[in-house]
C-alpha cells in the first residue's frame, strides 16, 4: 500500500472511519442524532450529553456484502458505555442475529463503562456479550476494529475477545484494566502507567498479535483496516453447532492456562517475546508493521 494514500485510523472520528470503511453511500444510520436519543442520567449529573450518546450505529455494504456496524465516539466521554449506549449496541446485534447478515463490524474506542452510570453500563456490557455470542451462534461473524486512541479495554475489552475475529493495528490497545487502574490499586511498582513504552509492550497490538488476543494486525490505515475485515467475512460456522462451539471454548481454555504457566513470571511484554522464540525481540517497536510481520512468522505459542 502507497503510504502516501493511507488515511490514519487512530486520528479518525467514529463517523469518518465508517466513511472510510465501506463502500460510498452505503451507510444507513439507525437512530441518528435527530432522534436525539441521550442518556437519561447526565443532565441530572450536570454532565454534558451527545445527541447520539457515543455511538454510531447502522447498516452498510463493504465491497458488496452487507454489514452491520457500529462505531464509538471516543471523544465522548473516552467511548464509556451507558445505558442508551449499550442498548443501540445490544440491539444492533440482536438485529443481527434476527436477519443474519455477512458480518458485524464494532469499531471500539472505548475505556469501559461510563462511570457516570455505572450500573447501567455494566448491564449493558452483560447484555452485549450475550448478544455478541447469539449472533455468532447465528453463523453471523462479528469482527471488532481497535485501533483508537482509547483502545478497548473494561468490559468491551471482554467484549472484544467474545467476537469472532479482532483486527488491531500497533496504535491500538487491548485489554480488561487500563495501566492508571492497576497502578492505583497495585502500584507503581506493579505497573508504571507513565512508562508508555511498556504500556504498549503489554497492551498493544503488536502484544496481543503475538499472544493471538488479535488474530490480524495492519498498519494504521482505515483502507487495510476495511480489506482484514472483508476477508474477515467468514461465516461462523464453528459457533453454529453448540458441540463444536464447547469444543473451540474447551481448546481455548487449555491454551489460556499453558500460557500463564509459560509467562506468569513476566513483568514486560519483551520477556513473553523472546519465550515465543523471537530472535532480538527489543527490535520489535521499532519496526514497521510489515517487516514485524515477517520477524515474527516463526513464533511458536505455548
Known amino acids: 500500500m502507497n503510504r502516501t494514500q493511507r488515511h490514519s485510523y487512530y486520528e479518525a472520528d467514529a463517523r469518518e472511519r465508517i466513511a472510510g470503511l465501506i463502500d460510498a453511500g452505503s451507510f444507513s444510520e439507525f437512530l441518528g442524532p435527530a432522534r436525539r436519543m441521550m442518556s437519561p442520567h447526565l ?21 458488496g456484502r452487507r ?34 447478515p455477512d458480518g458485524v463490524l464494532l469499531l471500539l474506542d472505548t475505556g ?76 507503581v511498582e506493579e505497573f508504571d502507567s507513565r512508562d508508555r513504552a511498556l504500556v504498549w509492550r503489554v497492551t498493544g497490538g503488536k502484544h496481543r498479535y503475538l499472544i493471538d488476543q488479535a488474530q490480524v494486525l495492519v498498519p494504521d490505515a482505515i483502507e487495510a483496516f476495511a480489506h482484514a475485515a472483508f476477508d474477515a467475512l467468514q461465516p461462523d460456522t464453528r459457533s453454529i453447532d453448540p458441540v463444536t462451539a464447547l469444543a473451540a471454548l474447551q ?45 515474527t512468522a516463526d513464533r511458536s505459542l505455548p
Open 43 to 63: 443532565a441530572q449529573l450536570d454532565q454534558p450529553a451527545a445527541f447520539d450518546d457515543g455511538i454510531v450505529v447502522g447498516e452498510a455494504t463493504l465491497q
Open 67 to 100: 454489514v452491520l456496524l457500529a462505531a464509538q465516539q471516543g471523544e465522548f466521554m473516552g467511548g464509556g458505555v451507558g445505558e442508551v449506549h449499550g442498548a443501540k449496541l445490544t440491539g444492533l446485534l440482536r438485529r443481527a442475529a434476527a436477519t443474519r
Open 112 to 187: 469501559g463503562v461510563r462511570l457516570h452510570e455505572a450500573n447501567a453500563g455494566l448491564i449493558a456490557i452483560s447484555e452485549i456479550m450475550r448478544a455478541t455470542l447469539a449472533a455468532r451462534a447465528a453463523g453471523v461473524p462479528v469482527i471488532a476494529l481497535i485501533g483508537s486512541g482509547n483502545g478497548a479495554f473494561g468490559g468491551m475489552g471482554i467484549v472484544a475477545r467474545c467476537c469472532s475475529t479482532v483486527i488491531m493495528s500497533e496504535e491500538g490497545r487491548l485489554s480488561l484494566s487500563g495501566p492508571e487502574v492497576i497502578e492505583t490499586v497495585r502500584g
Open 251 to 295: 481448546e481455548r481454555h487449555v491454551a489460556l492456562k499453558a500460557r500463564v504457566q509459560a509467562w506468569s513470571d513476566c513483568r514486560d511484554g519483551l520477556e513473553i517475546w523472546a519465550r515465543l522464540g523471537i530472535p532480538h525481540p527489543e527490535r520489535l517497536p521499532l519496526l514497521d508493521t510489515d517487516e514485524f510481520l515477517i520477524a
